[in-house]
């Protein structure tokens, strides 16, 4: 495996799309699947993605090199975001107003609604892309910790009834709850942190009462786990996917992102907004490091490359250097048809010549 930019310079990255990004070809569905069909092994030892480039496709031998962008369809957020930022407060504010616990969960936070956690957003497609990938037998990572939200919020409902509505637990209650799955190496006190730097995304907050310390669980996430059931039903409907809902979470976690980019490309920014919070708040997390690598590197870094320096797409030779257990090609495959990235392909001889000049 080798680099495409130097390691000491890698923000080349900028300067090399801005040249040779408009030479860019599109990626098409039957040759995504061609490529990821064919590549084989860890993204780490793959001679697949290196920096003496691929053939095009099976019918053409120009040698290219493959780049990847977050999907341009979250510019219409940034662009809102950059335009009209308080008129966007307040349409969140507005949606969120009668969901009920909301007010007592995001009082003197309402700003971090506009900051989309792509951190977490990350580790949630991480989880994703590996349960999708387990179901089809490509690796041996299933996503366990995005299993063991979908178990930990069941059993908060099943434990204190309409918890779910907003309602404070008790911090005896609490304490029974976690005991359990302290148990079984996962700390749901450790989430509570992540409240204290994003209030929106995060799954659990503390507030000290004159009746000692109470815990809420996060409103919004009441919603999103009724889309989750009514996916899985829809899902059922077809026998051949009739499976238990823990077993293809992936999948219902891409649809769902889907569904909340259709509502940021109609325009309605509030709700794209809060079903992502949701999504990310939902993920409790006991992720694994390989995972993450797949969610940080292809999720998180594209979105803040493109937010902090403006870099349009990325190479994929130097983001396939980690070592992931994963299929690369079956990653992109994946992320790409779920249309969270968009995949382009440029001449080698094109970015060798940018790359000449600007180095």
Sequence with gaps: MSRLLPFKRPTLDH???????????????????????RD???????????????KYSENDDTIVYDFIALSFKFDDWFDKLRLDRDGLLQEIEDYVIDIEGAQTYFEG????????????LGRVVGAAVANIGYSQKWWRISGSD????????????????????????????????SRGYRERNFDPNSEILRAFSHRPSSPFWQKSTLNGMVYYP??????HRNRIKDEFGSMQNRPDEAEELAKCHGELTMKLIQKAMVHLSRGNYAEFAVRIHAICAHHVMRTSVIQQKIGLH????????????????????????MATGF???????????????????????????VLKNIS
């Design 15 to 37: 300067e090399i799309w801005e040249q040779a990004g408009i030479d860019r070809v599109a990626m098409t569905k039957e040759i995504a699947k061609y490529h990821a069909d």
């Design 40 to 54: 084989r092994g860890d993204s780490g030892k793959s001679d697949y993605w290196t920096k003496d480039g691929r």
């Design 109 to 120: 936070k309402e700003e971090q609604w506009l900051e989309l956690d792509f951190g977490v």
């Design 146 to 177: 995005a299993k063991m939200a979908l178990q930990f919020w069941g059993d908060l409902d099943r434990e204190i009834p309409r918890v779910s509505s907003g309602e404070g637990i008790p911090a005896s209650k609490w304490d029974q709850l």
């Design 218 to 223: 996060n409103p919004i996430v009441n919603e």
């Design 298 to 321: 292809l999720v998180s870094n594209l979105a803040i490359r493109k937010m902090t320096r403006s870099v349009g797409a990325q190479n994929v030779p130097d983001i396939a250097e």
């Design 327 to 353: 299929r690369f090609g079956k990653v992109l495959e994946i992320l790409f048809k779920s249309k969270l990235i968009d995949w382009y392909t440029i001449e080698k001889e094109k970015v060798d010549e």
